[in-house]
């Protein structure tokens, strides 16, 4: 009896995740135009290459406009899909914003060339999905739900099925498991696709990190259970806190059904682009051979590998590296106290910061971070589980927790942010970096307009006046 063919999809991330795991997402967009064309030809189901970290990048670091590399980069795609990543109500921020600046965003970056938009909560609350899941649909883009997997007593089998099917009945086109940290080992992935396969019809994506170095078997048993598309990384790139190696998947999946039909000779040419990029990342430091290693502590710890060098660079800080194990120790008990949520940005910010303090201070919640109080406040959406009144009382005392979606108690905002900048305006999509990041945004602008009328951006004082060179 033949054997059905059923050839695995692939998003490539090496013009996103790929750089932003290894690199501090350094890489520029004149880097990335060169070899579009041949990333154009592989067969893609698409290329992930926009969102996340990359839009803050590029205005801090590489004084670039990320929608100049949007546009750039979907002139350049003829046949492949462009794909990016957004933070639901925090947009590629560190906030909730309002929802008129959400769909603002969210029509401009369809309006630009995006054609998926795979929308996450760091809390899994899918109340904060709600409006970019429906500005994505409105816009006739495919709105791709991302469940930000994690393990503890409540994130059971039951809890990914209930939530993947209400994800589906809020409008998901697709179904993204985002196992940021390398937590998912290769006989749960079956469990967990078989039963969400089973759950929703949608597709559904796997996006797994090496930095328990499981992934690529991980991602074999989830194709064999009936995963419909998997995120990889060109092998430069690859590995390490990013993606499985393209090519060693592809070649795994040669001649079996899940045949990608990908040109091995063409991936390899690539190849051989990217790879001086990285040696040169290697040279100037950009790139740690640290984050090419394996990190079993992942699997012990549930701390995703960025995560850790905060620690330890906290940890460093106060000349208290030898309390390192002891930080890791705490990091489950304060995830518990807060009932659970997935350590992602910013949940694993908030708990890694406060475990640090708690060891540090002798004393278990003696000081507290602002943070920490906005996440048991409900500022950031339903936690997992309830918080406990014990700890609640510890951290805010009496102040009432929210209960409603935390975006309802923000007014808009987007008329009020475009009123005061107005005076770096020079296309729409502005208003949305300045609303995004409005120092680093401000920074940008002075210097565009100084490499536009050739005066020295470091001339320019606080009042926007402007020397000549």
């Known amino acids: 009896m033949a054997v059905e063919k059923k050839p695995v999809k692939i998003t490539d991330t090496i013009l996103r995740d790929a750089h932003q795991s290894l690199i501090a997402t350094r890489m520029k967009t004149e880097e990335m135009l060169p070899i579009v064309d041949k990333l154009d030809k592989v ?14 990048a590029c205005l801090r670091f590489l004084k670039e406009d990320p929608w ?16 990016m990543l957004l933070r639901g109500q925090n947009i590629l921020g560190y906030r909730h914003y309002a929802d008129d600046l959400v769909e603002y965003f969210v029509q401009k970056t369809v ?7 795979r929308i996450f909560d760091a809390l899994n609350d899918p109340r904060n999905l709600k409006t970019a899941i429906n500005a994505t649909k409105k816009e006739g883009g495919h709105a791709q739900i991302a469940i930000s997997y994690t393990l503890s007593e409540v994130h059971t089998l039951e809890y990914y099925s209930k939530l993947a099917k209400q994800l589906e009945e809020m409008g998901a086109d697709s179904i993204c498991i985002k196992d940021m940290a390398g937590l998912l080992v290769p006989y749960a992935a079956t469990e967990l696709i ?16 090496y930095t328990s170095g499981v992934a690529s078997m991980t991602y074999l048993k989830a194709i064999e259970a009936g995963v419909d598309i998997i995120d990889t990384a060109m092998s430069p790139f690859s590995m390490g806190t990013a993606q499985p190696a393209t090519e060693v998947m592809v070649e795994t999946f040669k001649g079996t059904p899940y045949d990608t039909g990908f040109d091995q000779d063409l991936l390899a040419e690539i190849a051989d682009y990217f790879r001086p990029l990285r040696e040169d990342a290697l040279k100037t430091g950009l790139m740690n051979p640290k984050v090419l290693g394996v990190n079993i502590k992942t699997l012990l710890y549930q701390v995703p590998g960025g995560m850790l060098s905060n620690l330890v660079s ?17 990091i489950p008990r304060v995830r518990a106290d807060y009932g659970y949520p997935p350590l992602v940005t910013p949940s694993s910010q908030i708990v890694g910061t406060q475990a640090v303090l708690n060891v540090l201070s002798g004393k278990r919640y003696k000081m507290v971070t602002k943070e920490s109080k906005a996440l048991v406040r409900g500022e950031y959406g339903r936690t997992p589980m309830p918080i406990t009144k ?46 995004l990041f409005p120092q680093v945004a401000e920074d940008f602008f002075k210097f565009r307009e100084a490499q536009q009328t050739k005066i020295d951006p470091n001339l320019a004082d606080k009042t926007n006046k402007v020397y000549p060179v």
């Open 68 to 83: 100049d590399r949007l546009r750039a980069l979907r002139d350049g795609f003829k046949n492949t899909k462009l794909q």
């Open 390 to 435: 014990e700890v609640k009382d510890i951290i805010i005392g009496k102040e009432k927790q929210i209960t409603c979606r935390p975006a309802d108690l923000i007014k808009p905002e987007l008329s009020k942010i475009e009123s005061e900048m107005k005076r770096y305006k020079q296309q729409d999509e502005d208003v949305l970096s300045y609303a």
């Open 314 to 330: 906290q940890l460093q800080k106060q000349n208290a590296e030898d309390k390192f194990y002891d930080v890791l120790e705490e």
């Open 43 to 56: 067969g893609y189901h698409s290329v992930e290459c926009w969102g996340g970290a990359t839009y803050d």
């Open 194 to 209: 078989s039963t969400l396969k089973k759950t929703v019809k949608v597709p559904i994506q796997l996006h797994g990190h």
């Open 111 to 117: 309006a630009n060339g995006m054609d998926i938009i």
